[in-house]
């Protein structure tokens, strides 16, 4: 048994309000959403960050962006546009240490701009 949290939803040990799932991904929504569509898409097999190899093995990314399209569409917010985001590292803000590709979107988000 596995220590990550995002396993453990994958699995449905921990409850989440999943909005896609297929067999290589789960897609469910932030708990802490930064805009009013904030849904997380990770691979359904343990892949640590974007960094590791096994990022690039069947298809993971592929599948992430796939789905990632298809929630933005069910979340209606495919026509006016939305933000795609992987952090990697603690300068990054990657808290969790299972890849995950953010879809942000129901609102203008503007530039994104380094402080």
Do not use: W
């Not at 789960?26 to 096994?54: C, E, G, K, Q």
């Amino acid at each position: 048994m596995t220590d990550c949290i995002f396993c453990k939803i994958v699995a449905g040990e921990i409850p989440a309000d999943v909005v896609f799932k297929n067999e290589y991904v789960t897609a469910f929504r932030d708990i802490n959403p930064v805009a009013p569509v904030h849904i997380l898409v990770v691979p359904n097999r343990h892949v640590d960050h974007i960094r590791d190899d096994a990022a690039f093995e069947d298809d993971v990314l592929k599948e992430m962006f796939r789905a990632a399209n298809e929630v933005a569409h069910q979340a209606g917010i495919a026509g006016s546009g939305y933000r795609l985001l992987i952090n990697y590292g603690p300068d990054a803000n990657l808290v969790v240490p299972h890849l995950h590709l953010h879809v942000i979107g129901g609102r203008p988000l503007g530039p994104m701009v380094a402080r």
